[in-house]
């Protein structure tokens, strides 16, 4: 069973770092570009970061671009983000998805964190930045 599942949200001061996880499971992230989105309350799901292992790249959205840093380890087949100097506009539910429809990220630029690529979805990491 194809399956992902997002941890290491929590609750943190502007400013503060947090990193999360996306554990894959029935599949490895190297045949799929694995993306993160989030979703504050009221606002649709936007799209955050991709990786690419196969096409060895990355797409950030600019709200992030220069604090946030997404990577992957294939031998844990887990793909992070690591978010620094967040701020409370950031607050929200993180949600890690895969696709095997896109195939570079840095390539398709912000087309490759359109929700409607990717299939397989976790169930989301809440993140709240708040002093």
């Known amino acids: 069973q194809v399956q992902l599942g997002e941890s290491g949200g929590g609750v943190v001061q502007p400013g503060d770092s947090l990193r999360l996880s996306c554990a894959a499971s029935?599949?490895?992230?190297?045949?799929?570009?694995i993306a993160w989105f989030r979703q504050a309350p009221g606002k649709e799901r936007e799209g955050v970061s991709c990786?690419?292992?196969?096409?060895?790249?990355?797409y950030y959205v600019d709200a992030v671009q220069g604090r946030f840093t997404i990577s992957g380890d294939n031998a844990k087949n887990t793909v992070y983000l690591q978010m620094n100097s967040l701020k409370p506009e950031d607050t929200s539910v993180y949600y890690c998805?895969?696709?095997?429809?896109?195939?570079?990220?840095?390539?398709?630029?912000?087309?490759?964190?359109?929700?409607?690529?990717?299939?397989?979805w976790g169930q989301g990491t809440q993140v709240t930045v708040s002093s």
């Open positions: 998805a895969a696709s095997n429809r896109v195939s570079t990220c840095r390539g398709m630029g912000v087309l490759s964190v359109i929700t409607g690529w990717y299939a397989t």
């Open positions: 029935g599949f490895a992230v190297d045949d799929y570009a």
């Open positions: 990786f690419s292992s196969g096409a060895g790249d990355t």
